[in-house]
């Protein structure tokens, strides 16, 4: 049986599970894109959007789950949480260099639906990628 302590938590599986989320989320985006459901500057495709972010967060947590072994609940909250690693990261060294002061903004409730979205599917994910390692069915991963 996985417990869920903390120190079962890896943060190098995190790092790489949202590295993986986000590529995949990106991979699908480009995707859709590429086959006209999504226009790259147009708003009209949130649920396709919202599809994708699922889809990413999925595979990362399925992926990190199946790897670490240990408690996949924590490490998908922990890939759900690295968003704002990132985003924080991300405006402090673009911030500094292209002189803007910050990325355009989401509103408060579409910044917090995406992270619990994140969090929920890299739990989901995580938690079957886990469960299919302790059964012996890693070729999935």
Do not use: K
Request: include cysteine; charged fraction near 10%.
């Amino acid at each position: 049986m996985h417990s869920e302590h903390l120190g079962n938590v890896r943060p190098t599986w995190i790092a790489f599970g949202w590295f993986l989320s986000a590529a995949a989320t990106a991979l699908a985006v480009f995707g859709l894109i590429g086959i006209g459901l999504l226009h790259p500057d147009a708003d009209a495709g949130r649920g396709w959007m919202t599809v994708c972010v699922a889809a990413g967060f999925f595979l990362g947590g399925y992926f990190t789950g199946a790897r670490a072994g240990a408690a996949p609940i924590l490490h998908a909250v922990g890939i759900g949480l690295f968003s704002l690693v990132a985003w924080f990261l991300l405006n402090l060294v673009l911030g500094g260099v292209t002189g803007a002061a910050e990325w355009r903004s989401l509103p408060a409730w579409l910044t917090a639906g995406l992270l619990l979205l994140q969090i929920v599917a890299a739990a989901i994910g995580a938690r079957l990628g886990s469960r299919d390692a302790r059964r012996g069915n890693r070729s999935a991963a």
